[in-house]
């Protein structure tokens, strides 16, 4: 049997917003030994509905039955499967250095230009650089800022949007209102 | 009217609104304001107080498979849950409904590594249908309600309850609504007409059709429509291990059991079929063998309500996500009569073979030598008339039964399939007799596992509980020797066991029975076992070197059939 390709998925999961959620997704990448690279959890455009984005690397047909498998759990309302062609991403990275290190180049002003950084905050005694973008471009920064003995470095997980016109989740919310008229209302049982 | 009554109060009064009369348990400390309620409920509401925890949720398993119920399993926080996991895994991996009450420590104490705490969330997630931790009095009837509708709709399965405490003692004002709608949960989807169309198309242009029926047939009480497709369109049935009894053993379209250790017939067949319908299974590894070389000539129709079961091993031509019966119901009007006597033939030409060759020896149609499962099996299925429900531990004695037992109506055999937990069989022909008082229950058990959970004699003593126990003793772990023997080089590592005197251990218990060591003796046996509606346990002395045969070793497709240790099947026969 021949592997198939590799590459990195983000998997968007909607849900209620209960205690344990977050468990019971990550457990079933950790049945299949699959490491998640990031995660972000937030809210959604619909209240109430909690929104997880997560990405890892792996082949498509086991993230298809990932997916479904995550969908079957019964606090989840719906888990879609994206590559970064299908959606619009971004994650932020913060940067610390040294300011007197800064001061002794004089390349600041570079360096934020050329990256589309901003500067958050600057003490005698360090600045933070902010910088959004894809993972290349906050890579990009954190190796021009190497040279400057950087202190700290951390980088969000991935918030993504689909490019699609349908959205699915409101149409699923919109079959399951009217189930729940049929049933409760007792237009069905 | 509301009244404030606790929440342990309010625990018991949901069981009854959901219609509970039987659960089964084990106090401790976490749980005790439910058991002082429940000792003024007994009335209402029957206690089987039971030896272990495991032994609890195996014979909730039993109640629940035989009676098409929810199981009901009561235990304490820590080690009590700890105690049902086994069972809560079993349960997932067979579709078994339940709602398991675990009692936790107050809600002070949670993540403190207070006594007798456990994650028992945090454990049970990931091996049930939903687990939920209740820490207000005023949560608990509308926890119940979402428990018990969650475990029973759409594909069933176990779902936990982590009692805490203060939810136990706490007060409420009562007032109880069942639950039947969940808004991120869909457990009956709209039927896909254009599949079932499609679906229909490829069964009546198919010259060598099959069905495959799973354990889902039997949940969805779809073994009628099955007949009824099946006879009208003259389609051969195949059973996966779970699926047997869902179509009676005599049915004359009823061409055996899948996989491992299935009949010639339908696994053969499964490579020359040019279309097959998957009807509630989940082409478990163990039906499939290797799935590179699995149904190469087949469309494969898949119907499962679970739609996560779609392409997970086997690639489906047609999906349809439904529940069996209402598939199938869909599917009859559209399929055309048909008649496929030569396909139908080959079934049972195949089978002729394993007829004349695996079974005659198993059977001791010709020979004398010392009795084996299958012969002591297919005696007891006699002597009930084929009537009886069949509770298996696992291993040979569980393949043996699903070989050599015969069944009339569904719900008739009990076993442990996706998990194969050994120590299942006697805690589960419990709660199957308890289910099912007017029926005959019959457990085959091997002698490692009759021992996992031999506690629960105690069970059957404080209850009288009229499980027939057939002990299939061969002194030896006989599934695992029948490997050591196949494929390592004989040497039986940690297999043969030293046992106690089994008859004097029931004994103990009050329990009355007998050692048979020469076939000679099994029909007098029998009709001592089978005289009377009480407990009774046959130690059948076993011939340790006999195997189960047919078998497809793992990793080789599902035709390459091992009749014997040396002889692999030709197909082609």
Redesign the interface.
């Known amino acids: 049997m021949t592997h198939p390709e590799r590459q990195l998925f983000t998997v968007t999961v909607y849900s209620e917003n209960c205690v344990g959620l977050l468990n019971q997704v990550s457990v079933i990448f950790t049945r299949r030994c699959l490491n998640i690279e990031d995660v972000t959890a937030s809210a959604s455009s619909v209240s109430d509905i909690h929104k997880l984005t997560l990405t890892t690397w792996a082949d498509r047909p086991t993230m298809e039955k990932v997916v479904r498998q995550i969908e079957k759990r019964v606090d989840v309302i719906r888990a879609f499967l994206y590559t970064d062609d299908d959606i619009v991403y971004q994650e932020i990275a913060l940067y610390k250095v040294p300011t007197a290190r800064l001061l002794e180049t004089g390349d600041v002003e570079d360096i934020v230009r050329h990256h589309g950084a901003r500067i958050l905050e600057m003490t005698p005694e360090y600045t933070v650089f902010e910088k959004t973008g894809h993972p290349w471009e906050t890579e990009a920064l954190l190796d021009s800022l190497r040279s400057y003995d950087i202190r700290q470095f951390v980088r969000s997980g991935r918030v993504a949007v689909t490019k699609s016109p349908v959205e699915y989740v409101d149409l699923f919310l919109e079959q399951q209102e009217q189930r729940r008229r049929r049933i409760i209302d007792g237009l069905e049982c | 009217m509301s009244q404030s009554i606790s929440g342990a109060e309010a625990l018991v009064r949901s069981l009854l609104e959901e219609g509970v009369d039987t659960v089964f348990g084990y106090p401790g400390g976490a749980i005790l304001a439910v058991y002082d309620r429940l000792y003024d409920y007994s009335d209402k509401l029957r206690h089987i107080l039971v030896r272990h925890e495991q032994g609890a949720i195996h014979a909730a398993q039993g109640y629940a498979r035989v009676s098409g119920r929810t199981g009901v399993v009561i235990v304490t926080s820590g080690p009590g849950a700890a105690n049902v996991i086994t069972g809560l895994s079993d349960a997932m991996m067979d579709s078994t409904p339940l709602v398991v009450i675990t009692g936790q420590v107050g809600e002070q104490y949670l993540g403190s590594d207070a006594f007798q705490e456990t994650d028992v969330?945090?454990i049970t997630?990931?091996i049930t249908?939903?687990?939920h931790?209740v820490r207000r009095p005023e949560d608990v009837p509308a926890a119940v309600a979402r428990a018990f509708y969650?475990a029973a709709s759409g594909r069933p399965g176990p779902v936990v309850l982590d009692i805490a405490k203060d939810a136990q003692t706490g007060l409420l004002d009562w007032n109880y609504e069942p639950v039947?709608?969940?808004?991120?949960?869909?457990p009956a989807p709209a039927l896909d007409r254009l599949a079932i169309a499609r679906a229909a198309d490829l069964i009546n242009a198919a010259e060598r059709p099959m069905i495959l029926a799973g354990q889902g047939v039997t949940l969805a009480d779809a073994s009628d429509p099955l007949i009824r497709l099946a006879e009208k369109a003259q389609i051969p049935v195949g059973c996966t291990l779970l699926g047997l009894s869902a179509l009676p053993s005599a049915h004359p379209l009823m061409k055996g059991m899948l996989g491992m250790h299935g009949n010639i017939g339908v696994n053969v067949n499964t490579n020359r079929a040019d279309v097959i319908i998957a009807v509630g299974m989940r082409f478990d590894d163990r039906v499939t063998g290797n799935t590179?070389a699995y149904a190469p000539q087949a469309k494969i129709i898949h119907i499962d309500i679970?739609?996560?079961e779609?392409?997970?091993t086997v690639p489906a031509d047609v999906a349809v996500n439904a529940d069996a019966a209402e598939a199938l119901k869909a599917l009859l009007p559209l399929v055309s009569e048909a008649a496929h006597d030569s396909w139908i033939a080959s079934f049972d030409r195949h089978n002729a073979v394993e007829e004349q060759t695996v079974k005659d020896a198993e059977l001791h149609r010709q020979s004398q030598r010392r009795m084996t499962m299958g012969e002591v099996i297919d005696r007891v299925s006699s002597a009930t008339a084929d009537k009886a429900v069949a509770v298996t531990d696992v291993g040979q004695n569980q393949m043996m039964s699903a070989r050599y037992f015969r069944f009339s109506e569904p719900r008739s055999f009990i076993s442990s399939g996706g998990l194969g937990t050994m120590g299942f069989g006697l805690p589960a022909a419990i709660g199957a007799k308890i289910a099912a008082p007017q029926r005959t229950v019959c457990l085959f058990c091997g002698d490692g596992g009759f021992q996992m959970t031999i506690q629960e004699l105690g069970t059957i003593m404080q209850y009288n509980v009229g499980v027939k126990m057939i002990l299939l003793n061969n002194n030896f772990l006989g599934n695992v020797r029948q490997w050591q023997n196949l494929f390592f080089r004989q040497r039986f590592s940690q297999t043969p066991m030293l046992n106690p005197d089994f008859i004097a251990v029931a004994a103990a218990y009050g329990i009355a029975g007998e050692n048979v060591t020469s076939r000679e003796q099994l029909d007098d046996a029998f009709a001592r076992m089978l005289a009377d509606d009480k407990p009774y346990l046959l130690n059948v002395d076993i011939d340790e070197t006999d195997m189960v045969f047919p078998m497809t070793p793992v990793g080789k497709a599902v035709d390459f059939i091992m009749l014997d240790k040396d002889t692999v099947y030709d197909p082609n026969n």
């Not at chain 2, 039947?180 to 869909?186: A, E, K, V």
Request: charged residues 25%; proline residues 9%; glycine residues 4%.
């Open positions: 969330v945090g997630q990931p249908k939903w687990s931790q969650i039947r709608f969940i808004r991120s949960y869909n590179d679970d739609p996560s779609f392409n997970k």
